[in-house]
């Protein structure tokens, strides 16, 4: 699940559990804020915790389905692409996750 290229190193942000089904969880990392989603079917995507159009938080939208609604203005972001519901509003950035051992690990691009 990821759309970046190029080099990346994988931190561990915390157990599955710790993400509550259907809501986020937000991890600070060096290159900002990051939301990481678990949606009804216990799978797990990451967004920048910022939407494409007004700025806000996402981890504060509410999940459903594989999407997340922006709680500024309900804009609808595609967890899976990052991408608005209304193409012209923009793309959240994504990054990759994946879990080991019931761990959840961030793919973060090298700096």
Same mark, same amino acid.
């Given at each position: 699940m990821d759309?970046? #290229? $190029?080099e @990346?190193? #994988? ?6 559990e710790?993400?509550?089904?259907? #809501?986020?969880?937000?991890?600070r990392t ?5 939301a990481? @989603?678990?949606?009804?079917d216990n799978?797990? @995507?990451?967004l ?7 700025g806000?938080a996402?981890s504060? *939208?509410? /999940?459903h389905g594989? =999407? /997340?609604?922006?709680?500024?203005? *309900?804009?609808?972001? #595609?967890?899976?692409t $990052? =991408?608005a519901?209304?193409a012209?509003? *923009?793309?959240?950035r994504r990054?990759r /996750?994946?879990?080991?051992? *019931?761990?959840?690990?961030?793919g973060?691009d090298a700096a």
């Amino acid at each position: 699940m990821d759309g970046n #290229s $190029g080099e @990346f190193y #994988s931190i561990d942000v915390g157990a599955v559990e710790d993400v509550p089904t259907q #809501s986020a969880r937000t991890v600070r990392t060096a290159t900002g804020d990051i939301a990481i @989603f678990r949606t009804h079917d216990n799978q797990l @995507f990451a967004l920048a915790d910022q939407c494409p159009h007004k700025g806000g938080a996402l981890s504060q *939208g509410i /999940v459903h389905g594989h =999407s /997340v609604t922006c709680p500024l203005h *309900g804009l609808v972001i #595609s967890l899976a692409t $990052g =991408s608005a519901a209304m193409a012209e509003e *923009g793309c959240t950035r994504r990054y990759r /996750v994946r879990v080991e051992n *019931g761990r959840i690990m961030l793919g973060i691009d090298a700096a």
